[in-house]
């Protein structure tokens, strides 16, 4: 550290800690703004990842889909500059990596983003989207995993998740005003995160984030202590659809389960990381020997959600739906029944912890992922300790999460099927 990082840190209260051998550091300007900055320098490139912490989790049912809405206006932001490059920023990673030396162009770039307000034409051409969304429900409270939006919205219904209160009215109808109003509330710097990773150091973003951040004045208070976990409704859930993209039939299979965020069985969480692993990356022969015609399984699993979570699972196949879904089942029955190995186990391990290794050494990665950790409201110390517990993950430890947690009561299924045309 240099003299002049070491008075930039008696001038502000900054948190400093080892996150995997890298200096990583957080503090928060005088208008809310949070900042972590997380250095390494064995690259050449920095990157910045903006987020505000809002999402459907704090939408009433009839608000559902505002954020989205007003996210859409606010990116409709042009820079002057048209040489910088800000479009990271203004869709859905909100992550842009650049040069090093080009910090400073893109810190004052994003106090132009955060300063933008949209215009009320940009607000009104905005506000028919919402209507679409609000009445048709085309954005249900679901984690987008690149899976099914239609299985999405149906396992839904069983997962807890955050939402606000409903308003006393009655068939309220998005309005402008609204639409302005939790912009004002809701996408102010004191409700928004700053990520910095790769190669940077905290003198320097401290100093730019004060000189082109600092002064944005702050906006509304959220009231985000006001969103309530719901009570999931428990019950296997099915549907068929027919696809014009696929030539063999799929099926797709989401089980809600706790996220660090929603249960204190975090044991539990993290023997479903392994799963996660053994349903896929390292899948043991015993599991896909049941049934030799069933092909590599495709697992996704959401880490770190401030609601809970979701294992979700697919794979071609050549069956009947009746068939295929009992073949599934009897994989799943096999876990319960017979426990994996050590060997598997420790596979499975070497397996999640070469996935988190690559994370950490990418910082785009390792921005989103410490930004999901902020968001669902977990420490950053959390983020080391995670890995450290995977280790100690026993057979037993999976074995357990399987029988509470991959049932029929917390399974939405979906039999995708080819059309006709494209059978041939």
């Excluded at 606000?164 to 609204?178: C, F, V, Y």
Aim: proline share 5%.
């Amino acid at each position: 550290m240099t003299r002049k990082d070491a008075k930039d840190y008696q001038r502000m209260n900054v948190t400093t800690t080892e996150l995997f051998s890298r200096p990583t550091h957080e503090f928060t300007l005088q208008n809310g703004l949070k900042v972590i900055v997380c250095e390494d320098h064995r690259t050449v490139d920095a990157c910045l990842t903006l987020t505000y912490k809002v999402s459907p989790d704090d939408e009433s049912l009839e608000q559902q889909g505002i954020s989205k809405a007003v996210l859409e206006a606010k990116n409709e932001f042009k820079y002057p500059d048209q040489s910088v490059n800000i479009d990271g920023f203004q869709h859905a990673d909100n992550i842009i990596s650049f040069p090093s030396e080009h910090l400073e162009t893109m810190f004052k770039a994003l106090s132009s983003f955060i300063r933008f307000v949209p215009q009320e034409e940009v607000f009104r051409r905005h506000l028919e989207c919402w209507k679409a969304v609000n009445q048709q429900a085309l954005f249900p409270r679901a984690i987008a995993i690149g899976f099914n939006p239609e299985l999405e919205k149906l396992a839904a219904k069983g997962r807890r998740h955050y939402t606000a209160p409903a308003s006393a009215a009655t068939d309220i109808e998005p309005t402008l005003e609204q639409l302005q109003s939790w912009h004002h509330d809701w996408y102010g710097p004191n409700n928004l995160l700053l990520v910095a990773t790769g190669k940077v150091s905290i003198g320097e973003v401290e100093r730019l984030a004060e000189l082109y951040l600092g002064e944005i004045a702050r906006q509304g208070t959220p009231n985000r202590c006001s969103s309530m976990l719901t009570t999931p409704e428990l019950g296997y859930r099915q549907t068929t659809q027919a696809c014009k993209d696929i030539s063999q039939p799929m099926m797709q299979v989401m089980f809600n389960i706790p996220s660090l965020a929603t249960t204190m069985d975090h044991q539990s969480v993290r023997a479903l990381d392994i799963m996660f692993n053994l349903l896929s990356k390292s899948a043991p022969a015993r599991l896909t020997a049941i049934e030799k015609n069933l092909p590599l399984i495709i697992a996704q699993l959401n880490r770190f959600p401030r609601s809970d979570s979701m294992l979700a699972i697919a794979f071609h196949h050549s069956w009947e739906p009746l068939e295929i879904e009992f073949q599934f089942w009897k994989i799943i029955e096999e876990i319960k029944r017979s426990p994996f190995s050590t060997d598997e186990i420790e596979l499975a391990i070497k397996s999640h912890s070469a996935s988190m290794q690559r994370v950490f050494d990418d910082a785009r990665k390792l921005a989103r992922y410490i930004s999901a950790l902020l968001v669902a409201d977990i420490s950053l110390e959390r983020l080391e300790l995670e890995l450290t517990q995977h280790q100690k993950t026993t057979p037993d430890d999976v074995q357990k999460a399987a029988i509470n947690y991959l049932t029929r009561e917390r399974a939405s299924v979906a039999h995708i099927l080819p059309t006709k045309s494209d059978l041939g």
